[in-house]
């Protein structure tokens, strides 16, 4: 199965705004330039984890974004996890959200080195 495919068979389930932007994103011409992503529940992260290393082929750390149905800032921290620590991290990351966001999601994506953040929306008129 492919990161499209994986994405596609879990995104009639994905309930938060960020993580389907980010899927949506990837679909369009400027979404060339994003970094992979992949989705992963709550319950799946250390396996899907697991099966983003198996996929993309990289022995490098990785980056999980928190992805809340209902978005809190300061409450639940995207992180780097570390790809030779990762259960640790992943199961920690599991406990956090269970706790403050059950329908929230993760999204798996490969870590860049950025200087700056921005988002972008379209003007609305």
Same mark, same amino acid.
């Given at each position: 199965?492919?990161?499209?495919?994986?994405?596609?068979?879990?995104?009639?389930?994905?309930?938060?705004? !960020?993580? /389907? &932007?980010?899927?949506?994103?990837?679909?369009?011409?400027?979404?060339?330039? %994003? @970094?992979?992503?992949? *989705?992963?529940?709550?319950?799946?992260?250390?396996?899907?984890?697991s099966?983003?290393? !198996?996929? /993309? &082929?990289?022995?490098?750390?990785?980056?999980?974004?928190?992805?809340?149905? %209902? @978005?809190?800032?300061? *409450?639940?921290d995207?992180?780097?996890?570390d790809?030779?620590?990762?259960?640790?991290?992943?199961w920690?990351?599991?406990?956090?959200?269970?706790?403050?966001?059950?329908?929230?999601?993760?999204?798996?994506q490969?870590?860049?080195?950025?200087?700056?953040?921005?988002?972008?929306?379209?003007?609305?008129?």
């Open positions: 199965m492919t990161i499209k495919e994986w994405n596609n068979a879990r995104k009639s389930s994905i309930r938060s705004q !960020k993580a /389907i &932007g980010i899927l949506d994103l990837q679909t369009t011409l400027f979404g060339r330039n %994003t @970094p992979i992503s992949m *989705v992963s529940s709550i319950d799946e992260l250390p396996h899907a984890l099966q983003w290393r !198996k996929k /993309i &082929g990289t022995k490098n750390d990785v980056f999980v974004r928190t992805c809340p149905v %209902t @978005p809190r800032h300061g *409450v639940i995207s992180e780097r996890v790809v030779k620590n990762f259960l640790n991290q992943a920690k990351m599991q406990r956090i959200m269970r706790e403050h966001e059950p329908d929230g999601c993760f999204v798996i490969e870590l860049l080195d950025a200087h700056a953040s921005a988002v972008l929306s379209p003007l609305r008129q």
